[in-house]
């Protein structure tokens, strides 16, 4: 489904230069060296450059100073080839996360993380959405899984992630955002565990988000839940010793019982990395009027 996204972009981006206009132009701006973050970006880098929209990135000193930042991210706004702006997360502790996320101009914000770009989000105006909760109701709409009255239950509450993808599942699907019309329930990781098995069990949709290894087992769910699996942590494996990624799902046997579930990895990740891209094409043609 990414695959085919990307493809939509590439056609799309191809129509605007062969009608004389430039491609869009993505700039990531990542402080540091963490190992993931660098992995995050370059998958983001090499969407871009299979959608034909040009990308650089702009690699900072852990030790910069949040106003030097901030300096980075003006010139950047200001820069008229430039349309869309990416921050990676996480960035030192030094630095408030939300003065750099609102210092990013809103309409070049691809992450969805400026407080105006929520804000709208909110009250169903169109906005940049974080790419993952997008990325996951865009999966919901392509698979067909109907949401219209269905119960949604979201487990984790990052304003990120849990709280968007909450948002999106329940709001109003006449309004801009186009949401789906679920009855939605928040759970997190101090929802207690009674409490949150009865949730879950409850659920036709299942968005799981929280950091925690297998969370969710086959016992909690019901037969024909769809379920998308958002967590991503590395363990090490017991039998071999090695080190893997899973989920926040027990996929070998919640699968026996969904109709649909995401892997991890290979899963949300690779949509998330497309609609980062999306949003980038969508910045570039202007659709969202601030």
Known sequence: MAKEIKNEIRAEVEQMVAAGRRAPHLTAV???????????VRNKMRAAEYTKITSETLRLPTDISQDELISNISR????????GILIQLPIPPHISERAVCN????EKDVDGFHVI???RFCVD?????????VGVIEMIKRTGVETFGKNAV???????????IAMLLHADGIGETEACDATTTICHRYTPPEQLRDFVKSADILVVATGIPKLITADMVKEGVAVFDVGITRIRDEKTGKFKLVGDVDFEGVSEKASYITPVPGGVGPMTVAMVIRNTLLAAKKQIQY
């Open 125 to 133: 105006m169109k906005a940049m959405i974080p790419a993952t909760p």
């Open 103 to 106: 210092a990013v101009a809103p």
């Open 154 to 164: 979201v487990c984790g509450r990052s304003k990120n992630v849990g709280m968007p």
């Open 117 to 119: 770009n929520v804000g």
């Open 30 to 40: 990542m402080v540091g060296d963490d190992p993931a973050s660098n992995t995050y």
């Open 76 to 83: 950047l706004n200001k820069d008229d080839s430039v349309d």
